[in-house]
């Protein structure tokens, strides 16, 4: 694998020396500072890859690997008129990354909220602090801060009555902060949405329900994919975070059907995936190692990450990258195993590029401001033990007779 890690620009407290010295060779990263719909321009893309590349001269080389993420505007997911020159932008960004030899583009299809959490730094039994999101919690912010209308239909009636009782108890300083935490924007992003006014951006949903949210992404992929193809661009859609409905709002990229079902609405291999164990890991219904053999051909861009689903199976926390409930082991092999694929077939670069998501902030961190769940020392952490994983298990199959040659099949 391409071993990479996430940077979200030069105001990153993770400078790009902390992820050379993680041992990665390529960066993850986007230009943040594009409103979402404009087109990227080739100026500002070589800009970006000028100051990744800046110290190559004299230090171990990094190249930007891939975008993540080029977001699709609202106006696409509501299906809305306006869609089109929104994708006609997309196409523009596509192409002008494709002139400076980019080639692997993530994105999401989740309206309005990008991820949620309800806990930033959620202490794990050895003090270091994790992500977490629990039910609960985002009743209370659901039911009683925003107190959006009909969201009782969405709880059961004990978590309700639990989550009002919590308000009753809460500061106001506990409420503010649950608030910016549900609110907080896109990864990367310090501002939150403002309560006032986000009950509007639900509204405008209100007639999507998860099969118009679906036709609206297959559309979109059958204007963008053709075209990434063309440009020998992958896209890579990352699934949903969590992987179940909230405020409302459908999630229709959270299952193996729903992937099966993105990538024959678009038969072509730009159209892949951004395979992420954490949002996929959430659901137990979700079998991480077969999603991986099953779609290993449409894989571009691998997240690896370990979330462990609570008493509650809608709770759940970031774990340590090898435990949790993903089987790290059968996953990863998958991977490797697909990387000998392509290189089987002379599918030219075989090395897909993975970064160790999210880690737990701890040692020297702790005291640092980082963005939550992108802290150094945690994804270094994750980065060693995922490459320790790997080793292993590329020593264990060449000691084994040679796999059996796993032909992809493009899914009808």
Request: aromatic fraction near 8%; charged fraction near 20%; include cysteine.
């Amino acid at each position: 694998m391409l071993h990479t890690m996430r940077w979200f620009g030069p105001q990153d407290p993770v400078s790009l020396f902390d992820i050379r010295q993680a041992g990665c060779a390529g960066v993850v990263t986007a230009l943040h500072q594009l409103a979402v719909g404009e087109v990227w321009p080739v100026s500002e893309i070589r800009a970006r890859q000028q100051v990744v590349e800046a110290a190559n001269a004299t230090h171990a080389p990094l190249h930007w690997a891939v975008v993540e993420s080029l977001p699709v505007h609202e106006t696409i997911k509501k299906g809305l008129p306006a869609r089109e020159q929104y994708i006609a932008n997309y196409q523009a960004s596509l192409r002008n990354l494709a002139a400076c030899g980019i080639r692997t583009v993530c994105y999401n299809f989740m309206p309005v909220l990008d991820w949620s959490r309800t806990n930033l730094s959620y202490e794990m039994p050895d003090g270091s602090r994790a992500l977490r999101f629990v039910w609960q919690d985002f009743a209370v912010f659901d039911l009683c801060i925003l107190q959006r209308p009909g969201a009782a239909a969405d709880y059961e009636e004990a978590v309700a009555e639990a989550a009002r009782q919590q308000f009753a108890a809460m500061s106001a300083d506990e409420i503010a902060g649950l608030t910016n935490t549900v609110l907080l924007g896109l990864p990367g992003s310090e501002e939150a949405f403002a309560l006032a006014g986000f009950q509007k951006l639900l509204d405008e949903y209100a007639a999507i329900d998860a099969a118009t949210l679906r036709a609206n992404l297959h559309y979109f992929i059958q204007q963008v994919a053709p075209v990434a193809q063309e440009l020998g661009v992958n896209l890579c859609i990352h699934p949903d975070d969590p992987p179940y409905p909230l405020l409302g709002l459908p999630r229709v990229v959270s299952t193996a059907d729903d992937l099966a079902a993105l990538f024959a609405a678009c038969n072509v291999p730009a159209n892949g995936l951004t395979f992420c164990t954490g949002s996929l890991g959430v659901r137990a219904d979700n079998d991480l190692a077969a999603i991986a053999q099953q779609f290993g051909f449409r894989i571009h861009f691998i997240h690896l990450r370990a979330t462990k689903r609570e008493e509650n199976p809608r709770n759940f926390h970031e774990a340590d990258h090898l435990a949790g409930d993903a089987d790290m082991y059968a996953v990863v092999r998958e991977l490797v195993l697909e990387e000998q694929r392509r290189a089987a077939n002379g599918e030219g670069v075989t090395a897909i590029p993975m970064r160790p998501d999210h880690g737990h902030q701890m040692l020297d961190d702790l005291q640092n401001k980082t963005y939550p769940g992108y802290s150094a020392i945690g994804r270094l952490r994750g980065l060693a033990e995922l490459r320790g994983l790997e080793y292993g298990i590329r020593r264990g199959l060449a000691a084994e007779a040679p796999p059996t040659r796993r032909v992809a099949q493009l899914h009808a």
